[in-house]
Structures are given as C-alpha cells and as structure tokens.
C-alpha cells in the first residue's frame, strides 16, 4: 500500500548566546521512505542529500533505476550527497559536495513552504557537464533565490560516463527492458518519480513540475520529452543551451554495444560480470584514459525508442509548454580555426577542411568580409555548430508539430570583469557557454568569481523573472518585464535577453534554416 505523504515540522530555534544565527531552525518531514530532517534560514527551508533511488552499485551497476530503500528513525537532510563518480574536468565548476561516489542518487530540495495544501509549482533542474562532470550542490544551481519567490527547487544528481551510459550486449541480453545504457537519463526519470510521490510534503504540487535543465542538463530535457517513461511527469520544460536535435545524433544499440565489447577487451576482462566487479575508482580511471571508449546518448528501444527528430517530427513527444534559448557565444572561434589565427585565409581554409564540397555555402551564410571580421563570424559559426541549432530545432520542430506556447531567446549578457581585473572576460564576442546559469536561476551573489555590475544584476531580474513566471504560469511574461511573444504567436518573436531585454524578430534565421538543410535534408 503506498502511504500518504504527511508532514510532521520540528522548529527549534537556537539562542544566539550559542553561536548560531536566531533565524536558523530544523525540520522534519516523512517522504515515502521515512523521515527526513533538514535545515531553515531566512524562511527557506532546505533538505540535502536525500536519496531518491537505490545506491546504483554491486549487481545494481549497469542496472534501471530501483526505489530507494526504507530507513527507520531520521534521516539527516542537511548536507549535499556525495556527486557521481567522475573526474575535475571544467574549471567552472564548484563543488558543496563531499567527493565522489558510485553511490550518488541523491536529490535536494529548497522551498518556502512546508504545507501540502500550499501546491507551489516545482523546478526539477538537471546540471550540465557533458554527461561526465557536475552535480546539484553547486552554487549556481542553488534553489534558496527562487525558493523566496514562491517555487519549490529540485536540484539531482546521476550517473555520468562508463556509469551512466555504458552499453553491452550481454547487459541487454539480462535485462528486463532488452536494452542497455542511458542509467543516468532514467536515474532523472527516476527523480520525477520521486517529485511525484513525495513533494506534496515540501508544499510542492506534483502537477505543476517544471523541468530545466542547462548543456547537459538541456539536451537531458529534450530528451525526457522524448521518452515515453518521462510522459505525465511534468507539465512545462526549459532548455538552456542544447538539445539532442542536433548535428550530434545518438548512436543505435547495436553500435554502443560494440563500443562495449571493445572497452570490456581493453580492460582485459572476460566477462561483464568481471567488469562489475571493478572498483568504481578504477573503473573510472579506465573509462578516462587517452583513447578509452565514449559512452553517448543510444537509441536503446526504451527510454529513447527511436532518434529524438523522429519522435519530434511525429508529435510523440510530451505535448507541454517549451522555454529555450542559448548564449551568443556558445563556443569560441577556436572550435572552427583550431590554433590557427582568425585570418581571412585561415578562416576559409578551416572551412573547407570542416565541409569539403559544401564549403562555399557555408561562406555565403557566414559570410566574411576580410581579417577583422573572422572572429566573430567564426564564433556564430562554432557556436551553431555546438548547440545553437540543436537549440533552434528543437523550438522550431516543438512549435510547429505542437500546439502548446513555445519562446525563445538569445541571452548576449556580457559576463563583467573578473574581480581583481579591469578587461571584460570576453571582449565583445558574445555570452559564453554557461554564463547565463547564475542569472537565470538568481545566484549573482553566490558567485565570487565576477565582479557584478548592476547591469548584471538587472539582467539577472529578466532572466530570473521569465523562468519564474514561466514556471508558475507556462508564461514568461509579467509585471514589470517586457513582453514576450511566444513563436506560434500572429508576430513570433525572439527575447534578446541582457541588461536591456526586448523581444524582436529572429535576427540569425538564414543560418539556422541552413543548418537544417544541411543536416536533416
């Protein structure tokens, strides 16, 4: 019998003569597995480290996602789990976690309520990282900002690399799916799940989930709209930077489990029971090497049935409100030059290397004019190439096979300078990859990295402002925001969002339209 989610609050406040702040208190809450106690301050409550899903380790390796187990007593709920197991990759990020560790299903929540009769809307927000760094602790994705506007936050980790999309045909053989790979997207499924259940106790409504993502957790967005385990679990998405609708398809089944076969060789083991059996850190040293096997995204027949166009193009993703945009520098210029300085020759050669026979249209859509113009072209270039377009598609083919809103924007907020330093971080080129996060879920203050202007901090009041409405209403527009019209709109128009945010007619469609040529025609 499922038990009903009840609540059950223990305020105690502590005496300054202690030490402790007078606002700070503790409280409890029963879930589906027991009681959790966690912490509040400044009326946010927050509950960290709690597990949503069995620890994914011994015969579990490799395995779906199972509940999570019982526990009796109290289960504290006041410091992060431990992240996926993975290595320092992206300079970017900050960890609150306490390492890493095979078993890392664990979820945090903030909210500003503890009442099951509030019905607050709920954010389940996936972190970035290329499927093989990050976690839910960090402070950009910290839910306390958007907590004190009335949205309870989610915030999870999942396994990543060899962990999280190892493939195998002996795993599919064994399997009560007859597929293998994509643990950590159904570990997000997973957390849904769990949203469902359980987050009426944190004055949550459980039809009213959001689901947001960023890179990674963007492209894991697209992704849970796509699958048909996903479907009912949320009622609105948002997509910042990426989607798997791009030029980076998944692989099939058969495919990654080859590239199983051959990491299981590489390793030296004879079986897939051997490869169990490898400790987790070495396993993740093995997956890490120069020249090891990648793990993707797979086509696998059952989170993911068939390639996400298809399932887009015939309507059979989740029919719900889309929020998407990506930053105007995705990625530097870099990704197309390489090493090579941004010359006009040296911009044409790398395009003929990257497009062969379809070089010269390439050049007539990022058209360049001569040496002081190749590196902003070189950046759109780049960053369409990385995430822009996947980003575009998946708007473009939502709205048009799907009758709910779609908007879409392009966030161009320079990031300021580095504390300490006079220059802009990127001069004049555009918003890198990431640098919207911060803004868009409130945490400027949190980050001691940047020395903030108030331009930045007014740019952060859009952003923040849309995703709120956003996700309360599956509108971005309100008081004191300029308005937004979604793309199914009589006059479809994208919001450019910085310290000035307006909305206007989509400035770079000639090269997404080629881009889609180019792809998928």
């Not at 992240?83 to 095979?102: C, L, N, W």
């Not at 990506?326 to 395009?351: D, F, H, Q």
């Not at 770079?508 to 881009?515: A, D, G, S």
């Amino acid at each position: 019998m499922k038990r009903t989610t009840f609540i059950t609050i223990a305020l105690v406040v502590l005496s300054n003569a202690f030490g402790y702040a007078q606002n700070s208190s503790v409280a409890q809450v029963k879930v589906a597995s027991g009681t959790l106690e966690g912490s509040s301050t400044d009326g946010i409550f927050k509950f960290l480290g709690v597990p949503y899903a069995a620890a994914p380790v011994g015969k579990l390796r490799w395995e779906i996602p199972q509940p999570a187990e019982n526990w009796k007593g109290v289960h504290k709920a006041t410091a992060f789990g431990p992240r996926a197991m993975q290595k320092f990759i992206y300079t970017d990020m900050v960890f609150r976690s306490p390492g890493v560790s095979e078993d890392c299903l664990y979820l945090n929540v903030w909210t500003p309520e503890l009442k099951p009769k509030s019905q607050l809307p709920v954010l389940v927000y996936f972190h970035g990282g290329g499927f093989n760094a990050g976690d839910g602790s960090e402070p950009r994705y910290d839910g306390t900002s958007m907590a004190s506007k009335g949205i309870v936050v989610v915030t999870i980790n999942y396994r990543m690399g060899i962990f999280g999309f190892f493939a195998h045909p002996e795993l599919s053989k064994t399997s009560k799916t007859h597929a293998s790979g994509n643990y950590g997207l159904m570990d997000m499924t997973a957390a849904l799940k769990w949203v469902k259940t359980n987050i009426s106790a944190f004055g949550g409504d459980h039809e009213k989930v959001t689901i947001g993502g960023q890179s990674a957790g963007s492209i894991a967005v697209s992704l849970q709209m796509a699958s048909p385990l996903a479907k009912g679990l949320f009622r609105a998405a948002i997509g910042q930077s990426g989607s798997m609708l791009g030029m980076n398809k998944p692989i099939e089944r058969q495919q990654a489990e080859q590239l199983g076969i051959k990491f299981q060789a590489d390793a030296g083991k004879a079986n897939i029971d051997e490869l169990k059996n490898i400790p987790a850190d070495e396993l993740l040293e093995l997956s890490r090497k120069p020249g090891a096997v990648y793990f993707p995204v797979i086509v696998d027949g059952y989170f993911l049935p068939e390639q996400p166009v298809a399932i887009y193009t015939k309507g059979l993703q989740a029919d719900v409100p889309l929020l998407a945009g990506w930053t105007s520098a995705e990625v530097g210029a870099g990704s197309v030059l390489g090493k090579e300085k941004p010359t006009l020759e040296n911009y044409n050669a790398a395009v003929e290397k990257l497009y062969g026979a379809k070089a010269e249209e390439v050049k007539k859509v990022y058209e360049v004019a001569n040496d002081a113009a190749v590196l902003k072209v070189a950046t759109e270039l780049a960053s369409d190439r990385y995430l822009g377009f996947s980003t575009w598609k998946w708007t473009d083919i939502h709205g048009k096979i799907k009758h709910k809103p779609v908007y879409r924007y392009l966030y161009q907020q320079l990031l300021p300078a580095i504390k300490g330093q006079k220059d802009k971080y990127v001069k004049a080129v555009g918003a890198p990859h990431s640098s919207d996060i911060a803004y868009a879920l409130g945490n400027l203050s949190l980050d001691k990295v940047y020395a903030y202007t108030a331009d930045d901090f007014k740019a952060s009041a859009f952003m923040q402002g849309y995703f709120v409405n956003f996700i309360k209403t599956t509108d971005p527009n309100g008081a004191g925001l300029p308005k937004w019209s979604g793309l199914q709109s009589s006059s479809p128009k994208v919001m450019y969002i910085d310290a000035d945010s307006k909305e206007a007619s989509e400035q770079n469609l000639k090269r997404y339209q080629f881009m889609d040529q180019l792809y998928y025609h």
